[in-house]
């Protein structure tokens, strides 16, 4: 799609108490001083330091950009000072998708920015991006889950430490919070938060298949709130609903500063005990967790994206029990058949193939042996829309005639798939041991 000059005219805050219209300036003439082609390889790392030298001057910016699939384009003003006519830095630029960045720019405002300070500006990222800058600070975040409780703390390495909070249901089980504290890297602040945003997601999908846990961010929703009165209903009203830590320390946690996690040692590829046990009172880890989490960090990158695609689907798979139940074994079949190996060759294999890879043929055969098989059900689920659990059917308190085909079929596959997973991890990836 060709450039095109948008009929639209947006308006941001000044910082003195007005506003300031964003101008796209892409199809202006006239004198541009600065005018410099940043190779293909350098274009995100070159936006990401503008945004971060911005930062570090105390300066602001806005933008107007046209997005789509062919190139993107767009003019970010760069502004010194507030008000409504700063000395300002205009820059359009554009790129073509995977290709090199252009970037024109001229000074403006009333009083104009000194052309030695624009080219400073330009000339200090061209630095930045050779020196490799970066910053690294504590981000924190709140997990959810439902299961027992998160009474210690875990360091899966020096960086990232999951924590207790401070309030606990007064029941064995219900919903859960464990505190995440990260010491995080990146360009800038912006950089800091987008790498950390990234490693909150991979900490999600590695708690899921390594402990089981569907681990949600916490946050704030209104939603409808009962009021209660000698066990009566006696309003209902729109509130806010979520949980809020009172009493975190300021600052990266110190070692030692709550007691260490419950750990059980785990026969690889088991689970350890699934489910909850009479010796159970809070949330385990197993004995090797920080060893699963030091190869997971450690796996290259096409290895790491391809854990990380069938992590995602795992967790897709528990955030839809139980209600819907065919998709969770649906997706639990799509989690193992994200672990196949790279190529053509490897395509026609299914979840059979994966799990005698891994853990055996005789797990495989487990499985194809099932009343319900799952890889029938994942085909039937994606191909035809069908419901292998009877969703859609009445639901009888009490069935004396139910089939427990399904959930004998997802009981062993809930299992296998994060057996696979860790396996997989394990393996590092390693083909090698494929099944013809």
Known sequence: MPKRKSGAQAYV????????????LRFEGGAWPIDLVVPARDAETWMAHLDAEIEDRGWNSSSFSQLDSAENSGTLSVHAESGPSPPTLDIVWERTRGGNLHLRARPSGTPSLPADIAEGFIESIATRLVEGKTLRAHRR??????????????????????????????T???????????????IGEQGITANFEKRVQE??????FTLGLNAQRVRWKEDWVCEMDGG????C?????????????????????????????????????VGIWS??????????????????????????????RAGNANLIARSMWPDQRTAYAGFLVVACEALKPIGKKHNRKNVYDVVSNLLGEGEAELLRRLPIPPQLTRHRLFHR????????????????????????????LSRITRECLIEWLRREGDDRHTSA
């Open 203 to 208: 900490l999600r999908i590695f708690l899921g």
């Open 141 to 170: 975040d709140l997990f959810a889950y439902e299961g027992l409780s998160w009474h210690g703390e875990l360091w899966l390495d020096d960086d990232h430490r999951l924590g207790p909070p401070s309030r606990f249901p007064d």
């Open 13 to 24: 805050a000044d910082g003195s108490g007005g506003m300031r219209p964003v101008t796209d």
């Open 232 to 235: 009566l209903i006696v309003d």
């Open 279 to 308: 010796d159970m009172s809070e949330q385990w880890v197993p004995e090797d967790v920080e060893e699963l989490w030091a190869m997971f960090t450690q796996l290259p990158g096409p290895k790491r994206d391809q854990l990380l």
């Open 172 to 186: 064995l089980i219900g919903p859960q919070v464990v505190i995440v504290d990260a010491m995080v890297e990146g």
């Open 385 to 412: 829309g069908e419901l292998a659990a009877g969703e859609l059917l009445p639901a009888s308190i009490h069935d004396h005639f139910m089939d427990p085909s399904f959930d004998e079929m997802v009981g062993e």
């Open 237 to 273: 009203m729109l509130r806010p609903v979520g949980y809020s830590e009172l009493s975190a320390p300021q600052g990266f946690p110190s070692v030692g500063s709550a007691p260490p996690m419950e750990r059980r040692d785990v026969s690889r590829p088991g689970l350890g005990p």
